[in-house]
């Protein structure tokens, strides 16, 4: 059934600037859009992360500049707490939705996906514009929001009921601030449905010949396993996101109780429930956080065995149990909800999968682990920020256990412990996997190395200071330090005012160090090393079987045939310790000399 | 969106053994269709939540006529568009245009005795906000879950258009009308879950 | 694609438009039997499932397709369908304050 020569997606190279970089339909252009998306919203929210940590840590202190962004929310440089919570909405949204979904899923999988598979492109390469342009689009309106009306919303990434639906009432940003914020989620969904359309078709259907499923590197497995959670989850949140708009422009009360009063103000909606909106959300939001932290696990794994040079333990666990946590997804999302006033009995139903979901998470970091015990791993900015990404996954993750019992979650659920755990887990954790596959792929996409030096620095300053910001956060949040507030006035909270100056120097110092790769990226594919060879890191996947960077159609008018499991390191050939699945050649490998 | 999902292609359809033997593209309408019935899904469920928890739901329809008629003009719809199919992979052009074609025009009545209705709703007062009978989350909710129908029914009627004129000038060809047709039953499909839950659990007694 | 239908006629197509009707006519009797709200719905979910089972399988060909399309299709579409009823009982609280409170 893989008798297949992959030319479905057939389309002349285009000629003029337009088609070629701006409105192309070549995936590979495409996944570097999205990756150049992906790190101008990084650094937007990097920087509002900045002065969120600086007005925590010393209250009245004048942020120079931020009055030019809203001379409302920061007269003077000082935030007020409304402007703190916009920040924050914008921190959240943005790196959410616009860095840890379209980094390590759309960019990198756009890119890699089909040439993995060895396509030319993917079956529909217009949905595939579409769906960035649509996702830019969906960026801009939420950009926007920061200079329309009264700034963006203050509701947070969730945008929980009743404040999305009431108006200006609810606040600063409340009124035109939640449409947008609508609009563009709204958007972005259509874009990933699309995105999602294309990888499933492009991994199931496009295969050339000899690549059985099993034969699919674990980065193409994870972008396969993330595009079906995505392709529903999206599906769920796009109709949530229009009712919430009828709720505030028409008026309507699918997510306001009747008799609310907010502001001292009686609201005239009636009826609805603000659970509901929960429900929905989170029916999304689950899944979502592992579409961000599935493509990331995919990514270390393909990299830690290229510079361990020996497969994982098992290839078959690593993809079993990444569509466990797929089919997981759906079934936890309730934790996030433990405090809401849902039924306790559901409490239960959603604590037990919650405890149960830990288990193929924990295998995938073992089988990784044990792999690497006596493995002779090559040092180098990728395998680094690797490493960084199991650690991070992994001391993230342990707060994990903790968070899924609703009697514990009931205390700490309103502090800094989850935002520690939420933001190690998956927002470091899923940030190392797409420094990982930059380093990694960097060579593939332009030609030319990365500065390993500077790489390097790069990962030890990130790694230590992300370190020193979020494990601190856990300790707050033990120590009873609420979340969402702007400043920290109550006695109890004052002694711990020491140990938020000090998260915030870490949070400006790791900032800083961004700045690091930012300047190694740019130098780099202008000025760097140039690329050895097509496969600099002597690895076998069919990427780096082709030219550098690969051509229009991915492998030049050839076809390529599969005659290798992707990962066939340690092995004696005729090129080194390893065979490339395209390579026709017959090796002996090491369990068949024993 | 149903519609881009016909008109954006490709002219080479690959046939040499993709996944479960489907082409691409009925393969890529069907996860549209996953996607889409979750879409309908997260709307009943919204609607089913707040009917289930509010006291003076209102039962408003006293004639079943109407909504009788539209379910048998959609389900007819699907027999013709199937004919269609039948028609295009017999290879009879003519016959197969004229069925896609008469299918299109079954789905401009039904979306007409549709918009009929929401007229004469709106004529007793009903409106996204209040209606005369009871709590104010009914318009709301009918009109969203029949008003996502009816979106989906308006491309249906634009998608079966486009692709049978160029089903007839040559462009598409069957698979082309077959991967519409799923589309079709699929608003077909949807419109069986909508009948009892939103018009009959609400008929008078 | 050349798949099984072709070597059924129309007859066939017929008989799962008629099997439809009477079923959507079905749904309608249920409508006016004197029964209370939650029974109705059952009876009524229960055949539109039917219908829907029916329209699929048939109308869209699953029955025809391979076996393996048609449970990637139907284990899909179920499992996510049936992660979306977690929150039926909060409804209540929307009637009774907060859930079982009597």
């Known amino acids: 059934m893989h008798d297949v ?48 940590r600086i007005h925590l840590a010393w209250n009245d202190t004048a942020i120079p500049g931020l009055q030019l962004l809203s001379k409302t929310g920061a007269p003077g440089g000082v935030m007020t707490p409304e402007y703190y919570l916009q920040l924050m909405t914008m921190h959240g949204t943005i790196m959410v939705f616009f860095v840890l979904t379209t980094a390590p899923f759309a960019a990198f999988g756009n890119y890699f996906l089909p040439i993995q598979v060895g396509a030319e492109d993917m079956p529909f390469p217009h949905f ?53 914020w609508a609009t563009s989620i709204g958007l972005f ?50 109709p949530a996101c229009i009712l919430v708009i009828l709720d505030h422009v028409a008026g309507t009360s699918f997510f306001v109780a009747s008799n609310l009063v907010i502001n001292d103000q009686v609201q005239p909606h009636s009826g609805g429930s603000t659970l509901l909106w929960q429900h929905l959300f989170w029916f999304f939001g689950h899944p979502e956080v592992y579409i961000a932290i599935v493509p990331g696990l995919g990514i270390v794994s393909h990299i830690l065995i290229t510079n361990m040079r020996k497969p994982m333990l098992s290839h078959r666990t690593l993809i079993y149990s990444m569509g466990a946590l797929a089919v997981l997804s759906y079934m936890v999302y309730g934790h996030h909800m433990f405090v809401s ?34 493995s002779k791993l090559r040092i180098n900015s990728a395998s680094l920020f690797s490493l960084g990404f199991i650690s991070m996954f992994v001391a993230g993750g342990v707060s994990g256990f903790f968070l899924a019992q609703p009697s514990i979650d009931i205390m700490l659920h309103a502090t800094y412990f989850v935002v520690g755990h939420f933001h190690m887990v998956m927002g470091v954790a899923a940030m190392f996997g797409i420094f990982a596959g930059t380093y990694f792929w960097f060579p593939k996409m332009t030609g030319r190395m990365m500065n390993e030096t500077l790489g390097k620095a790069h990962f030890w300053l990130s790694f230590v200071g992300a370190y020193c910001i979020f494990m601190p956060f856990h300790y707050l949040g033990l120590a009873g330090n609420v979340r969402r507030y702007s400043s920290f006035v109550d006695d109890f909270l004052q002694p711990l005012i020491p140990v938020h100056r000090f998260i ?35 690895a076998t996947s069919l990427e780096w079987s082709t030219a550098t960077p690969p051509p229009f159609d991915n492998f030049g008018g050839k076809h390529p045939v599969v005659y290798h499991d992707p990962y066939q390191y340690g092995v004696q050939s005729s090129v080194g ?3 490339m699945q395209t390579s026709p050649e017959q090796v002996k490998t090491e369990s068949d000399e024993q | 969106m149903s519609q881009a999902d016909l008109t954006i292609g490709h002219s080479t359809t690959q046939t040499l053994g993709p996944a479960f033997s489907i082409p691409t593209k009925k393969f890529a309408m069907w996860l549209f269709i996953i996607a889409d019935t979750m879409t309908f899904a997260a709307c009943l469920v919204v609607y089913g939540f707040l009917r289930n928890g509010t006291p003076n739901w209102p039962r408003p329809f006293h004639s079943i006529t109407n909504v009788a008629i539209m379910t048998f003009i959609l389900l007819t719809s699907s027999l013709t568009m199937l004919i269609g199919l039948r028609s295009a992979r017999a290879g009879d052009k003519g016959a197969a245009f004229r069925w896609t074609m008469i299918t299109a025009a079954l789905g401009i009545v039904f979306a007409f005795l549709h918009i009929r209705e929401w007229l004469e709703l709106i004529d007793h007062g009903m409106t996204l906000l209040k209606n005369p009978w009871g709590t104010g989350l009914f318009g709301a909710s009918f009109f969203s879950i029949t008003g996502l129908h009816l979106t989906h029914v308006t491309c249906g009627i634009i998608a079966l258009l486009v692709v049978g004129v160029r089903y007839k000038g040559g462009r598409y060809n069957a698979d082309d009308i077959e991967v519409l047709g799923l589309y079709w039953h699929f608003v077909d499909l949807v419109w069986m879950f909508v009948v009892p839950l939103v018009y009959l659990l609400n008929l008078a007694h | 694609m050349t798949t099984a239908q072709e070597h059924n006629g129309i007859g066939k197509d017929l008989i799962v ?86």
């Open chain 1, 5 to 52: 020569a992959a030319h479905a997606a057939h389309h002349a190279p285009p000629t003029s600037f337009i088609r070629k970089h701006v409105f192309s339909l070549d995936h590979k252009v495409i996944g570097k859009q999205y990756y150049a998306l992906a790190l101008v919203a990084a650094f937007v929210g990097m920087f509002l992360s900045w002065f969120m």
């Open chain 1, 189 to 238: 969904c259509v874009g990933q449905l699309l995105g999602s359309l294309n990888f499933i078709t492009t991994t199931l259907d496009l295969r050339v010949k000899g690549m059985s499923l099993m034969r699919l590197p674990l980065t193409a497995w994870a972008w396969f396993i993330t595009s079906c959670m995505g392709l529903t989850a999206f599906a769920v949140l796009m």
């Open chain 1, 128 to 180: 595939n514009m579409m769906s960035f342009w649509v996702t830019f689009v969906a960026f801009l309106v939420l950009m926007s929001s920061f200079i329309l009306g009264d700034g963006p919303t203050l509701g947070g990434w969730t945008q929980y009921a009743p404040l999305n639906a009431v108006g200006s009432v609810a606040g600063p940003g409340q009124g035109l601030g939640v449409v947008l």
């Open chain 1, 341 to 374: 006033g849902m039924n306790p009995f559901s409490s239960l139903a959603f604590s037990f999968p919650t405890l149960v979901i830990t288990i193929p998470s924990t295998i995938v970091v073992l089988v990784q682990v044990f792999s690497l015990y006596g």
């Open chain 1, 504 to 538: 915030t120097v870490a949070a400006l110092l790791t900032g800083a160090a961004q700045l690091i790769f930012l300047y190694n990226l740019i130098h780099s594919r202008f000025w760097g090393k140039l690329a050895p060879n097509d496969n600099p890191w002597e």
């Open chain 3, 17 to 102: 438009y008629v099997c439809l009707l009477a079923l959507a006519g079905v749904q309608f009797v249920i409508a006016y039997q004197n029964i209370d709200a939650s029974q109705m719905l059952t009876r009524m979910l229960v055949v539109a499932c039917v219908e829907a089972g029916l329209a699929a399988l048939f109308f869209m060909h699953l029955w025809t397709e391979k076996r393996g399309f048609l449970l990637f299709v139907a284990v899909f579409t179920i499992a996510v369908l049936l992660g979306l009823q977690y929150g039926w009982t909060d409804s209540y609280r929307m009637v009774t304050g907060a859930p079982f409170s009597h």
């Open chain 1, 577 to 579: 310790d390893y065979v």
